[in-house]
């Protein structure tokens, strides 16, 4: 069987340190990931992580052959097109630019064709949004996503885990990312009663 290929897309929205745990989990547990980057998203990594070049070695420490990066403007990548065949789609963080862009139909860039394509193919698209406080245009941008058939997956922690960092936070929110692609995680996200 063809190994689980992703794509993970990094927008403008604050919380780059999500979409870095993201890639470093993914990528342990073998996954191909293809990374697309908006100029903003860029920015963001840059200015919450250190982050100066968009590669494995920069993003997880280590470098990797299961990390593609992907052009952002480029329309022609194989992703552009739902006859090359991926698993499902996280953007994390995604900015209300790009929940609108999507909600639009827009493909002028990579991340909104992609999420389009992810959507038509009946794919898994998963939303890690991230604004507050949130207008009536952005609400009904996510509703019509979630009509769509998209995972809308707010960045937004829970506290029953008693969390003491903030690497715990940033660990809830990837696991449940990670629960809502069927893979096998032990970041502490589960209710215990006590
Ligand atoms: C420091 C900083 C933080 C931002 N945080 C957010 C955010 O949390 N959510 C959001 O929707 N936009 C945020 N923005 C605005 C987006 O970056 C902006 O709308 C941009 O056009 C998004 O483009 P993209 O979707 O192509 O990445 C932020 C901008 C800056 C400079």
């Known amino acids: 069987?063809?190994?689980?290929?992703?794509?993970?897309?990094?927008?403008?929205?604050?919380?780059?340190?999500?979409?870095?745990?993201?890639?470093?989990?993914?990528?342990?547990?073998?996954?191909?990931?293809?990374?697309?980057?908006?100029?903003?998203?860029?920015?963001?990594?840059?200015?919450?992580?250190?982050?100066?070049?968009?590669?494995?070695?920069?993003?997880i420490g280590r470098s990797s052959t299961n990390i593609t990066i992907q052009n952002y403007q480029d329309l022609t990548s194989p992703l552009a097109s739902g006859s090359y065949p991926?698993?499902?789609?996280?953007?994390?963080?995604?900015?209300?630019?790009?929940?609108?862009?999507?909600?639009?139909?827009?493909?002028?860039?990579?991340?909104?064709?992609?999420?389009?394509?992810t959507l038509k193919e009946s794919r898994r698209l998963i939303v890690i949004y991230r604004e507050m406080p949130v207008s009536a245009i952005n609400l009904e941008n996510m509703l019509k996503l979630q009509r769509a058939g998209a995972v809308i997956c707010p960045a937004s922690p829970g506290f029953y885990t008693k969390?003491?960092?903030?690497?715990?936070?940033?660990?809830?929110?990837?696991?449940?990312?990670l629960d809502l692609l069927g893979i096998d995680h032990v970041l502490k996200t589960r209710w215990q009663q006590r």
């Open 1 to 59: 069987m063809a190994e689980k290929e992703i794509i993970v897309a990094i927008t403008g929205a604050s919380g780059a340190p999500y979409a870095l745990r993201l890639i470093d989990c993914l990528e342990s547990n073998g996954l191909k990931i293809h990374l697309i980057v908006s100029p903003m998203g860029g920015k963001l990594l840059t200015d919450e992580c250190g982050i100066n070049k968009i590669d494995a070695q920069s993003l």
């Open 86 to 117: 991926i698993q499902g789609m996280v953007i994390c963080p995604c900015s209300s630019n790009t929940l609108g862009g999507i909600a639009a139909g827009l493909g002028d860039n990579l991340i909104t064709r992609a999420a389009h394509v």
């Open 163 to 177: 969390p003491n960092t903030i690497d715990d936070l940033v660990d809830f929110v990837v696991g449940r990312i």
